[in-house]
């Protein structure tokens, strides 16, 4: 890891993620959707929206979770981030979230609930810096982190990118 990288790291106080690279949670709204008004998906309330920074760093990867929610990518700073879903139903789609609008990326990227999602840094020797604001906010308890052969096992056709993104 570089100095640079380092120091962003520092200085936005940010800590390892268990998907794979850097986090802070910089928003937790105050209100909270109660639990009779979510689906029985949720454990118990959740707020509103919440909103991390999120780094990945090249040669390392953010594996293979999902979450109840839907989860918008906003792009600050580095390369752009490759970002690969599958969807309940087995659609596989790969996204570039950047600055490089003639390339096709694009600086917003919504991931819907219950759909697959990995990243890594598209380009080497370098860093990838986003957001990520979740609503209804995020919980460790709507987080979860795939299995390899589950699902690989799940959906067959897309076993190289699962293999890939997996640990």
């Known amino acids: 890891?570089?100095?640079?990288?380092?120091?962003?790291i520092d200085l936005l106080e940010m800590?390892?993620?268990?998907?794979?690279?850097?986090?802070?949670?910089?928003?937790r709204s105050v209100g909270a959707i109660t639990s009779e008004s979510l689906s029985s998906d949720y454990s118990g309330p959740r707020t509103y929206s919440t909103c991390i920074y999120f780094m990945l760093v090249s040669g390392k990867f953010s594996a293979?979770?999902?979450?109840?929610q839907d989860e918008v990518w906003h792009f600050y700073d580095g390369s752009p981030v490759e970002l690969h879903t599958i969807s309940p139903d087995g659609k596989h789609a790969s996204h570039l979230i950047g600055r490089d609008f003639k390339k096709g990326?694009?600086?917003?990227?919504?991931?819907p609930g219950n759909h697959w999602f990995a990243s890594k840094v598209s380009e080497p020797d370098t860093f990838s810096l986003v957001g990520c604001t979740v609503a209804p906010g995020f919980d460790f308890?709507?987080?979860?982190?795939?299995?390899?052969?589950?699902?690989?096992?799940?959906?067959?056709?897309?076993?190289?990118?699962i293999e890939a993104f997996t640990h």
């Open 1 to 8: 890891m570089t100095a640079q990288i380092q120091e962003i």
């Open 105 to 111: 990326q694009v600086p917003q990227l919504v991931v």
């Open 64 to 68: 293979f979770h999902k979450i109840n």
């Open 141 to 161: 308890d709507d987080f979860v982190l795939a299995k390899r052969e589950t699902l690989q096992r799940s959906y067959p056709q897309h076993e190289e990118v």
């Open 15 to 27: 800590q390892p993620h268990p998907e794979g690279g850097f986090y802070k949670e910089t928003y």
